[in-house]
């Protein structure tokens, strides 16, 4: 089994920063495509940004240029640095892997239980 248990959310001021980070553990023999989704009350998660493990990247239109994604592969973690907040940008952020195990040989795909982000003055 794996776990993905994320740190870093919290309150953030209009235009502040976060980082948020996301450790995956288990028994892992190697992490594919790693993410950060966000989710508002009542709706379904939403992409905010992801990063294969060949460093290409995809993000939201909407934090394009604000928030970076990157990941540290010996520490199989990933992190969002979220730079010029906004208040729309509250919501809670969900990491996402697709993890190979030693009883799972496939990619399988996890979620960690989400960390609140909260932009306000």
């Known amino acids: 089994q794996v776990q993905l248990v994320e740190s870093g959310g919290g309150l953030a001021q209009p235009g502040g920063s976060l980082r948020l980070s996301c450790a995956a553990f288990?028994?892992?023999?190697?992490?594919?495509?790693m993410g950060w989704y966000s989710r508002l009350p009542g709706k379904q998660r939403e992409l905010v940004a992801v990063?294969?493990?060949?460093?290409?990247?995809n993000y939201a239109d909407s934090v394009k240029v604000r928030f970076t994604i990157s990941r540290e592969n010996a520490k199989n973690t990933v992190y969002l640095q979220m730079n010029s907040l906004k208040p729309e940008d509250t919501a809670v952020y969900y990491c996402?892997?697709?993890?190979?195990?030693?009883?799972?040989?496939?990619?399988?795909?996890?979620w960690g239980q989400g960390t609140q982000v909260t932009v306000s003055s």
């Open positions: 996402n892997a697709d993890v190979r195990t030693a009883l799972t040989p496939r990619l399988t795909n996890y």
């Open positions: 288990g028994s892992i023999l190697s992490i594919g495509v």
């Open positions: 990063l294969t493990s060949g460093s290409n990247t």
